[in-house]
């Protein structure tokens, strides 16, 4: 068997173009241009490289964006009064937080202090119980990616086995309830659970979000499963790798997302996404 590759970079390609349409007709019809201020605090070059990122995609569809960058020894005080005067700025309409944050500044008070309804991360923990109830206004990036990337698989997730490695707040968790919408059985799994591949062999849909070099094998897969590889590791020669042993599992499984290529370029989509629809909720525009 030889995988189905599910490309990301296509994916999130004909996702910009859509949103930039949208965009051009918010400006001419409306005289909006949705607006995105990200944060980045210290010099992390993988923060750098994503928040990059984001700037092109922005300019790629016609979203006005800005850049504030705070040295890593920042006072606390200072990055929240900013994030103040981002929430009151009429042309902001969504505010990213880079993360991780530098260990003196509490990340939770950092998060808590972003308005609702410019939180296109989707982090703050209103947006994340809302997420919890099935009412969520911004749903966390990365995890709805990868939704977005299982309906391109073809997947009916109805009743399927679904198993996540990784329970962060960031992947893990949020994508589990997202699944558990969609109706499918989910498990997640993290560093204590023994024996991992009497889960994993289980699952329909496979999701790796652990930051550790191809630790899924091919022993872990179920035939014809769906493998969602959410990590970027940096090898030694200076190549990157998922989480997954890519070439042994695609002869396993029916889908597989590339790394890079597959998850990471929907995250940048999403957030694009997010603030296309919060610059439309805050003028009060219905589609």
Sequence with gaps: MSAKVISGKEVSARIKQELALEVELLKTKYDIIP????????????SQVYVRNKEKGCELV???????????????????????????????HGILVQLPLPEHIDETKVLEAISTDKDV??????????????????????PQGIMVLLKESGMDLVGKQAVI???????????ALLLLQEHAT??????????????????DVLIAAIGRPKFVTADMVKPG??????GVNRLPDGKLCGDVDYAAVAEIASA???VPGGVGPM??????????????LYNNIVD
Excluded at 121 to 142: E, I, R, S, W
Excluded at 165 to 175: A, D, L, M, Q
Excluded at 190 to 198: A, D, F, G, W
Excluded at 267 to 280: E, F, G
Aim: proline share 6%; charged share 20%; net charge neutral.
């Design 35 to 46: 607006g995105l201020a990200v944060i980045l605090v210290g010099e992390n070059p993988a």
């Design 62 to 92: 016609g979203i006005y964006s800005e850049k504030h960058i705070l040295p890593a020894d920042v006072a606390q005080d200072k990055l929240l009064s900013l994030i103040e005067q981002l929430n009151n700025d009429d042309k902001i």
């Design 121 to 142: 991360d989707g982090f703050h923990p209103y947006n994340v119980g809302q997420l919890m109830v099935g009412a969520a206004k911004f749903v966390p990036c990365t």
């Design 165 to 175: 490695i990784g329970r962060s707040n960031i992947v893990g968790k949020p994508v």
């Design 186 to 203: 989910v498990t997640i799994c993290h560093s204590r659970t023994k024996p991992l591949s009497e889960q994993t062999l289980k699952a």
């Design 225 to 230: 499963a769906v493998v969602i590889d959410v």
């Design 256 to 258: 597989i997302t590339p």
């Design 267 to 280: 995250t940048i989509a999403m957030l694009l996404s997010n603030t296309v629809k919060s610059a439309k």
